[in-house]
C-alpha cells in the first residue's frame, strides 16, 4: 500500500463539501481516497485553538444538572475531590467537555468512542491469559462518535496535567504532540496491516518496558525512567483480589464482612431501609448473579461456582462520586476462595444528547458492548444488569472484576520525560482502540503523513486548558459562594 502524502495547505482550505457515502469496505483504496477527501469538508487546520460559543452553556449549571440523578450525600465529596486541582477538575468535567467537543470540527469518521480518554483513564490489568495488558480503562460514556473527541480529551489532559506539574510551555508541547503523533502513526500501521493483525494489535507491559529500554540506548530515555517503569509494573503484580480482599473484608462473628469506612464505603446492613431483612437481601442478590450471568462471554462460567456473601456501597474515582457504586464479596470453595466484584451504575452518558441514541436500551450493556469493542482483552467477569433498588427505582449497572493487577500512572510523580513517553503510549492505545470498531484506513487516510494534525490538536489543547481553568476558577466560585456544597470525605 502506497504511503498518502498530505495534501498542501491550500488544498484543504477549500469550502465544505457534502461527505461522500462511504466506500465498499472490502475496496481499501476507496477508504483511503475517502479519508483524504474528508479534509475538504473538514480541513485539519480547522482542529486548532479553542472559542467558547457566545450561547456556551453555564459549566455549573451542568455539573448541577449531571448531579440530580446521583446519590446527594455524595455529591459534596466529588465537589472536593474535584477543588484539589484544575486537573481534578478537569476529570470530573467530562459532562462540561461533551458540549464543547460537539460544536468543533470532526472528519465525519465514527467509532466507538471512549467518551473520556483522560490519561488517567489509561493503565495496565491482568488479561484473561494472565498476562499484564495495558489499555483504556473507563468506558462509563463510550458511544460512536467521532474519533476526534477522543483524541482531543487526552490531549487536553496531558496538557493540563503538565500545567499542575509546573512544566515548560516547551515541554507540555512535545508531550501533547507526541500523543497526538503516536495515534496517527500507529492508526497509519493499523491501515496497512492484514485485516486480523490490526484487530488483534495489542500492548502489554513487557512490550512496553522493552520500548522504554530501547528509547534509553536511543538517548530518549535515561536510567531512572526504565526503573520507574519496571518498578510500576511489578507494583500493579501486586494489586489483586486477594490483597483488595485483606484490605476491605474482616471476619465478625464468624462471618466475612466488609469493614465500613463511611461514607467512603457503607455496608448494605447500613443502607437497608426499615422492613427490609437481610435474607430478603441474599435472595435477591442470588436473583441479581443468576441473571448477569447470562451476560458474561461464556456459558459455563467460573462465577457459578460463587456464592454471594456481603455488599457495601463505595465512593470509587472524581467524576464517577455520586453514582452508585457497590463492592460484592463471593465466596468460592472457602472463606480461603474469595472473589470481589464492583456493580458500578450505568447513566446516561454525557455524549448522549449530541450523537446518535445508542442502539442497546440498558445503559450497563452499552457501556460491556463499548468496551469489548474498543479493548484488546476484557474482564471475564465483564457484564451487566438491570436492578430495582431498596427506592423501587431501576437503575442499569455493568460489575467487572474489583481488581485485578490494575495500575495507573501517579501524575503526582510525573516527570517530562516520562509524561512523553506516556502520552505516546496511550496515544497509540487510543489508535489501536478506535481501528476496531472504525474505518482504520480512512481515519489514516485523513490524517496524513505530516504534523498537520499533531500540530493543530496541541493546538487546540492549549487553548481548551485555558478555557479549563477558567470553569475551575467559576466552579470554585460556586463553592464559595455557597451554590455548590464541597465537603472532603476525611
Same mark, same amino acid.
Given at each position: 500500500?502506497?504511503? %498518502?502524502h498530505?495534501a498542501?495547505?491550500?488544498?484543504?482550505?477549500?469550502?465544505?463539501?457534502?461527505?461522500?457515502?462511504?466506500?465498499?469496505p472490502?475496496?481499501?483504496?476507496?477508504?483511503?481516497?475517502?479519508?483524504?477527501?474528508?479534509?475538504? @469538508?473538514?480541513? /485539519?487546520a480547522?482542529?486548532?485553538?479553542?472559542?467558547?460559543a457566545?450561547? @456556551?452553556?453555564?459549566?455549573?449549571?451542568?455539573?448541577?444538572?449531571?448531579?440530580?440523578n446521583?446519590?446527594?450525600?455524595?455529591?459534596?465529596?466529588?465537589?472536593?475531590?474535584?477543588?484539589?486541582?484544575?486537573?481534578?477538575? %478537569?476529570?470530573?468535567a467530562?459532562v462540561?467537555?461533551?458540549?464543547?467537543?460537539?460544536?468543533?470540527?470532526d472528519?465525519?469518521?465514527?467509532?466507538?468512542?471512549?467518551?473520556?480518554?483522560?490519561?488517567?483513564?489509561?493503565g495496565?490489568?491482568g488479561?484473561?491469559?494472565?498476562?499484564?495488558g495495558?489499555?483504556?480503562?473507563?468506558?462509563?460514556?463510550?458511544?460512536p462518535?467521532p474519533?476526534?473527541w477522543?483524541?482531543?480529551?487526552?490531549?487536553?489532559?496531558?496538557?493540563?496535567a503538565?500545567?499542575? /506539574?509546573?512544566f515548560?510551555?516547551?515541554?507540555?508541547?512535545?508531550?501533547?504532540?507526541?500523543?497526538?503523533?503516536?495515534?496517527?502513526?500507529?492508526?497509519?500501521?493499523a491501515?496497512?496491516?492484514r485485516?486480523l493483525?490490526a484487530?488483534?494489535?495489542?500492548?502489554?507491559?513487557?512490550?512496553i518496558?522493552a520500548?522504554?529500554?530501547?528509547?534509553?540506548r536511543?538517548?530518549?530515555?535515561?536510567?531512572?525512567?526504565?526503573?520507574?517503569?519496571?518498578?510500576?509494573?511489578?507494583?500493579?503484580?501486586?494489586?489483586?483480589?486477594?490483597?483488595?480482599?485483606?484490605?476491605?473484608?474482616?471476619l465478625?462473628?464468624?462471618?466475612?464482612?466488609?469493614?465500613?469506612d463511611?461514607?467512603l464505603?457503607?455496608?448494605?446492613?447500613?443502607?437497608r431501609?426499615?422492613?427490609?431483612?437481610?435474607?430478603?437481601?441474599?435472595?435477591?442478590?442470588?436473583?441479581?448473579?443468576?441473571? %448477569?450471568?447470562t451476560?458474561?462471554?461464556?456459558?459455563r462460567?467460573?462465577? @457459578?461456582?460463587?456464592? %454471594?456473601?456481603?455488599?457495601? /456501597?463505595?465512593?470509587?474515582?472524581?467524576?464517577?462520586?455520586?453514582?452508585r457504586?457497590?463492592?460484592?464479596l463471593?465466596?468460592?470453595r472457602?472463606?480461603?476462595?474469595p472473589?470481589?466484584?464492583q456493580?458500578?451504575?450505568?447513566? !446516561?452518558s454525557v455524549?448522549?444528547?449530541?450523537?446518535?441514541?445508542?442502539?442497546?436500551?440498558?445503559?450497563?450493556? @452499552?457501556?460491556?458492548?463499548?468496551?469489548?469493542?474498543?479493548?484488546?482483552?476484557?474482564d471475564i467477569?465483564?457484564?451487566?444488569?438491570?436492578?430495582?433498588?431498596h427506592?423501587?427505582? !431501576?437503575?442499569?449497572?455493568?460489575l467487572?472484576?474489583?481488581h485485578?493487577?490494575?495500575?495507573?500512572l501517579?501524575?503526582?510523580?510525573?516527570?517530562?520525560?516520562?509524561?512523553?513517553?506516556?502520552?505516546?503510549?496511550?496515544?497509540?492505545?487510543?489508535?489501536?482502540?478506535?481501528?476496531r470498531?472504525g474505518?482504520?484506513?480512512?481515519?489514516?487516510?485523513y490524517?496524513g503523513?505530516?504534523?498537520?494534525?499533531?500540530?493543530?490538536?496541541?493546538?487546540?489543547?492549549?487553548?481548551?486548558?485555558?478555557?479549563?481553568?477558567?470553569?475551575? /476558577?467559576?466552579?470554585?466560585?460556586?463553592?464559595?459562594?455557597g451554590?455548590?456544597?464541597?465537603?472532603?470525605?476525611?
Amino acid at each position: 500500500m502506497t504511503p %498518502y502524502h498530505g495534501a498542501s495547505d491550500a488544498a484543504e482550505s477549500g469550502a465544505a463539501a457534502p461527505a461522500e457515502p462511504l466506500p465498499d469496505p472490502t475496496d481499501f483504496a476507496a477508504r483511503a481516497e475517502w479519508g483524504r477527501a474528508a479534509r475538504r @469538508r473538514s480541513p /485539519r487546520a480547522d482542529h486548532a485553538g479553542w472559542a467558547p460559543a457566545a450561547d @456556551r452553556p453555564d459549566p455549573v449549571a451542568l455539573l448541577e444538572e449531571q448531579a440530580a440523578n446521583r446519590v446527594a450525600e455524595l455529591i459534596p465529596i466529588r465537589h472536593a475531590r474535584m477543588m484539589a486541582s484544575p486537573f481534578s477538575f %478537569y476529570r470530573g468535567a467530562a459532562v462540561i467537555m461533551a458540549a464543547d467537543l460537539a460544536a468543533t470540527a470532526d472528519s465525519g469518521i465514527t467509532v466507538q468512542i471512549c467518551g473520556d480518554a483522560h490519561l488517567l483513564n489509561f493503565g495496565v490489568f491482568g488479561t484473561p491469559e494472565r498476562t499484564l495488558g495495558f489499555d483504556i480503562n473507563d468506558f462509563d460514556e463510550t458511544l460512536p462518535g467521532p474519533w476526534e473527541w477522543d483524541l482531543k480529551r487526552l490531549a487536553a489532559s496531558f496538557e493540563i496535567a503538565c500545567r499542575h /506539574r509546573g512544566f515548560e510551555a516547551t515541554e507540555r508541547h512535545a508531550i501533547t504532540v507526541a500523543a497526538v503523533r503516536g495515534y496517527r502513526e500507529r492508526m497509519k500501521r493499523a491501515a496497512a496491516s492484514r485485516v486480523l493483525e490490526a484487530w488483534y494489535d495489542r500492548l502489554d507491559a513487557d512490550a512496553i518496558a522493552a520500548w522504554v529500554r530501547s528509547e534509553r540506548r536511543a538517548g530518549h530515555a535515561d536510567k531512572q525512567q526504565v526503573e520507574r517503569t519496571e518498578s510500576s509494573f511489578a507494583k500493579a503484580r501486586t494489586r489483586d483480589s486477594m490483597r483488595a480482599f485483606s484490605k476491605l473484608v474482616r471476619l465478625v462473628d464468624g462471618e466475612l464482612r466488609i469493614t465500613a469506612d463511611p461514607p467512603l464505603i457503607v455496608p448494605i446492613d447500613d443502607l437497608r431501609p426499615l422492613g427490609r431483612t437481610r435474607e430478603e437481601d441474599e435472595q435477591a442478590m442470588r436473583h441479581l448473579l443468576h441473571t %448477569y450471568q447470562t451476560t458474561l462471554p461464556v456459558a459455563r462460567h467460573p462465577l @457459578r461456582e460463587f456464592t %454471594y456473601v456481603h455488599m457495601a /456501597r463505595k465512593v470509587v474515582g472524581v467524576g464517577s462520586v455520586g453514582t452508585r457504586a457497590w463492592i460484592v464479596l463471593l465466596q468460592g470453595r472457602d472463606r480461603d476462595d474469595p472473589l470481589l466484584l464492583q456493580a458500578k451504575e450505568a447513566q !446516561e452518558s454525557v455524549l448522549a444528547r449530541y450523537l446518535a441514541p445508542s442502539e442497546y436500551a440498558e445503559h450497563g450493556e @452499552r457501556v460491556v458492548r463499548g468496551q469489548r469493542m474498543m479493548q484488546a482483552a476484557s474482564d471475564i467477569f465483564l457484564g451487566w444488569q438491570r436492578v430495582p433498588g431498596h427506592d423501587g427505582v !431501576e437503575r442499569d449497572f455493568y460489575l467487572r472484576q474489583l481488581h485485578d493487577w490494575k495500575g495507573a500512572l501517579d501524575v503526582g510523580e510525573m516527570v517530562p520525560v516520562g509524561a512523553r513517553l506516556y502520552a505516546q503510549v496511550c496515544g497509540e492505545t487510543l489508535a489501536r482502540a478506535h481501528a476496531r470498531s472504525g474505518d482504520r484506513v480512512a481515519i489514516a487516510g485523513y490524517l496524513g503523513e505530516s504534523d498537520r494534525f499533531d500540530e493543530a490538536v496541541a493546538d487546540f489543547a492549549v487553548a481548551y486548558a485555558d478555557q479549563n481553568e477558567r470553569d475551575y /476558577r467559576a466552579f470554585v466560585a460556586a463553592v464559595e459562594s455557597g451554590r455548590l456544597l464541597a465537603e472532603p470525605e476525611g
